[in-house]
């Protein structure tokens, strides 16, 4: 489980096809303090780590996680946020956040506005996923709070901090996020409609 709270920015060193999965060697501050085994959260996505060779460690994406998120779209050079799992004893800083994206959103449009940005963002509701005002959302595995909540779509704002720790300072309108929806709100989605 994880917080949606981001400790570092990672930068993938190589990307590398095997078969239908990819392969991704990572840089990262947080490395020497990582094991093998240990789950990370990568843009959102809970990957296990396999290999750790100095400042770099690496990780496997198989083909489903590949089709609904956005990391088969990462290549050498691109920032990815990092989060470690929660420990049984630490502080709940963000939102319960699983690891496990539940679809893909857009980003169309970002605006500054005198030291925070608003980040606009579609996404396809008939897959049943809903954001609710003031609820939670994960995207590309950090923790924010849902405003302007629509049909198919919602907006964020990033403080300077997270702007400044996250890969939200690469975020284009266009670019394609890792959206999961708050666990809370997928149970009472699935227990209204039936």
């Known amino acids: 489980m994880f917080t949606g709270i981001i400790e570092s920015i ?20 947080l490395t020497h303090e990582l094991k093998v085994d240990q789950s990370v959260s990568h843009n959102g996505v809970c990957l296990t780590v396999t290999d750790i ?17 956005n990391l088969g779209a990462l ?7 990092l989060e470690r799992c929660m420990p049984a004893n630490g502080r709940f800083d963000g939102h319960i956040v699983q690891g496990h994206v539940d679809q ?22 008939s897959i049943g996923n809903i954001t609710v005002e003031k609820g939670s959302i994960c995207i590309n595995g950090v923790s924010l709070t849902v405003f302007n909540s629509q ?4 907006r964020v704002t990033i403080i300077p901090y997270t702007y400044s720790h996250t890969n939200f300072q690469d ?16 149970y009472v989605q699935r227990i209204m409609s039936r």
Do not use: H, M
């Open 10 to 29: 990672g930068r993938i060193v190589q990307k590398t096809q095997e078969g239908t999965n990819v392969t991704f060697d990572v840089w990262s501050e």
């Open 53 to 69: 060779q100095n400042d770099t460690y690496r990780v496997t994406a198989v083909e489903e996680t590949l089709l609904k998120t």
């Open 75 to 81: 290549e050498a050079g691109s920032l990815v946020n």
């Open 104 to 125: 893909t959103g857009r980003c169309t449009q970002v605006q500054e506005r005198e030291g925070s940005w608003l980040y606009d963002f579609w996404y396809d509701s």
């Open 151 to 154: 049909p198919d779509g919602f």
């Open 171 to 186: 975020l284009q309108p266009g670019d394609l996020v890792n959206l999961e929806f708050d666990i809370l709100g997928k």
